[in-house]
T-cell receptor
C-alpha cells in the first residue's frame, strides 16, 4: 500500500523568507500524481499545487514550487516570500493513475507558522 | 454559486443517537468522498462513491453509512455504533478524468 510521510510536524518561517516542507512517499507505481493541500485556520482544504510523475519539470504556482525527486520518492514544497496568510496546515497527498477510483493518500500534515 | 456545501458547520448530538451530515455539490463532479480529521492526524477516508447508487468503504468505514441517490448529494450517517464520533468531517469531490479533489468547508461533530 502506498504511504505518504511528512516528517516535520511543525515548521516556522519569518515573513518574507523562504521555507521548504518535506514529503516522502512509498509506491511501486511509475505513474501517479502528487499534491500539496493547504488547510488554514478556517479548515477549508485548498489545493496549492500538483505534480504529474511523468513530468520531469517541477511544478510552480506563483510563490509555491515543488522539488520532485522521483528516484528518491521525495516531493518537497517551497514557499517563497512567505506571507502571514501562508500560516496553515499543509498536507502532501498521492494519487495513483488508473482507470479506477482509488482515493488520495494523505500525509499527517505539517503545521506552518509565519512570524511577523 | 458553484461549489460544495456541507451543513451545518457545527453539530452537537447525544451519545447513542444517529446523525446525518450533509454534502451537496453543484460542480457536476462524478466522485464524492468523506474524510474524517482528528487532531494530529491526516485525513482518513470513510467512504467514497464514483457514480450514483454505488459506493465503497474506505479505511475507517465501521460505524458509518452513506447513500448516493443523486449525483449532487452524498450524505454521511454517523451511527451509534461509531465508538468515537467526535471529529471534523470533510466532504470532497472529483471530476471524472481528473485526479485532484476539491473539498467542502467541513462539519465539526461533537457527541457527548
Amino acid at each position: 500500500a502506498q504511504t505518504v510521510t511528512q516528517s516535520q510536524p511543525e515548521m516556522s518561517v519569518q515573513e518574507a523568507e523562504t521555507v521548504t516542507l518535506s514529503c516522502t512517499y512509498d509506491t511501486s507505481e511509475s505513474d501517479y500524481y502528487l499534491f500539496w493541500y493547504k488547510q488554514p485556520p478556517s479548515r477549508q482544504m485548498i489545493l496549492v499545487i500538483r505534480q504529474e510523475a511523468y513530468k520531469q519539470q517541477n511544478a510552480t504556482e506563483n510563490r509555491f514550487s515543488v522539488n520532485f525527486q522521483k528516484a528518491a520518492k521525495s516531493f518537497s514544497l517551497k514557499i517563497s516570500d512567505s506571507q502571514l496568510g501562508d500560516a496553515a496546515m499543509y498536507f502532501c497527498a498521492y494519487k495513483r493513475v488508473e482507470r479506477g477510483n482509488t482515493p488520495l493518500v494523505f500525509g499527517k500534515g505539517t503545521r506552518l507558522s509565519v512570524i511577523a | 454559486d458553484g461549489g460544495i456545501t456541507q451543513s451545518p458547520k457545527y453539530l452537537f448530538r447525544k451519545e447513542g443517537q444517529n446523525v446525518t451530515l450533509s454534502c451537496e455539490q453543484n460542480l457536476n463532479h462524478d466522485a464524492m468522498y468523506w474524510y474524517r480529521q482528528d487532531p494530529g492526524q491526516g485525513l482518513r477516508l470513510i467512504y467514497y462513491s464514483q457514480i450514483v447508487n454505488d459506493f465503497q468503504k474506505g479505511d475507517i468505514a465501521e460505524g458509518y453509512s452513506v447513500s448516493r441517490e443523486k449525483k449532487e448529494s452524498f450524505p454521511l450517517t454517523v451511527t451509534s455504533a461509531q465508538k468515537n464520533p467526535t471529529a471534523f468531517y470533510l466532504c470532497a469531490t472529483r471530476l471524472a478524468g481528473t485526479y485532484e479533489q476539491y473539498f467542502g468547508p467541513g462539519t465539526r461533530l461533537t457527541v457527548t
